[in-house]
């Protein structure tokens, strides 16, 4: 019986001799970031882009539709086209929704470009506003004051569908570029 047992003892050991001097894959060790002098600035290993942060002025109404009320808020871009782009998607969203009232709420739009001072939003046809002569003018007022804090942007033309309109909600006229002095 004792040997029986010795026996299994000796191929266990064997066994497990023979594991062990099978080599293993190296595990990589990540390394540490090479020390830098002051002042020096590290790269990136990617080649993410650089974000641009910037408060911005965002105009809104007060909840009479009466007034237009201004948040700031901060955006961060890597292009200035998405600096415009950020702004327009901020005039449909208050940070403080029980004050103000978003005039730009569900605004849809095809494209934003920008050339030469014009800043041009081709927008969805199918957008709905309700809000009467007085709203559409505030929201036009709005997205003016908005977009011209820009010092760059001297015109915005508005299309719909890439196509020149009349009007957006059927008061105010949108046939000429909206400009800084109107």
């Given at each position: 019986?004792?040997?029986?047992?010795?026996?299994?003892?000796?191929?266990?050991?064997?066994?497990?001799?023979?594991?062990?001097?099978?080599?293993?894959?190296?595990?990589?060790?990540?390394?540490?970031?090479?020390?830098?002098?002051?002042?020096?600035?590290?790269?990136?290993?990617?080649?993410?882009?650089?974000?641009?942060?910037?408060?911005?002025?965002?105009?809104y109404?007060?909840?009479?539709?009466m007034?237009?009320?201004?948040?700031?808020?901060e955006?961060?871009?890597?292009?200035?086209?998405?600096?415009?782009?950020?702004a327009?998607?901020?005039?449909?969203?208050?940070?403080?929704?029980?004050?103000?009232?978003?005039?730009?709420s569900?605004?849809?739009?095809?494209?934003?470009?920008?050339?030469?001072?014009?800043?041009?939003?081709?927008?969805d046809?199918?957008?709905?506003?309700?809000?009467?002569?007085?709203?559409?003018?505030?929201?036009?007022?709005?997205?003016?004051?908005?977009?011209f804090?820009?010092?760059?942007?001297?015109?915005i033309?508005?299309?719909?569908?890439?196509?020149?309109?009349?009007?957006?909600?059927g008061?105010?006229?949108?046939?000429?570029?909206?400009?800084?002095?109107?």
């Amino acid at each position: 019986m004792k040997r029986r047992h010795m026996i299994g003892m000796a191929l266990l050991a064997t066994l497990l001799v023979a594991g062990c001097g099978q080599k293993a894959a190296p595990v990589p060790q990540p390394t540490a970031p090479a020390e830098q002098s002051p002042g020096e600035s590290q790269t990136p290993a990617t080649n993410e882009p650089k974000l641009t942060r910037q408060t911005v002025s965002v105009y809104y109404s007060d909840n009479n539709l009466m007034e237009l009320q201004k948040e700031e808020q901060e955006i961060s871009y890597a292009e200035d086209i998405e600096k415009y782009k950020k702004a327009l998607e901020l005039l449909e969203k208050p940070k403080d929704a029980d004050e103000h009232t978003a005039l730009w709420s569900d605004f849809h739009y095809h494209s934003v470009t920008f050339d030469k001072g014009t800043l041009t939003i081709d927008a969805d046809s199918k957008n709905q506003y309700n809000l009467g002569s007085s709203g559409e003018a505030m929201a036009l007022d709005a997205l003016k004051k908005t977009l011209f804090q820009f010092p760059e942007v001297e015109r915005i033309v508005i299309l719909e569908d890439g196509k020149k309109v009349e009007s957006l909600m059927g008061h105010m006229e949108v046939l000429e570029p909206l400009t800084r002095d109107q």
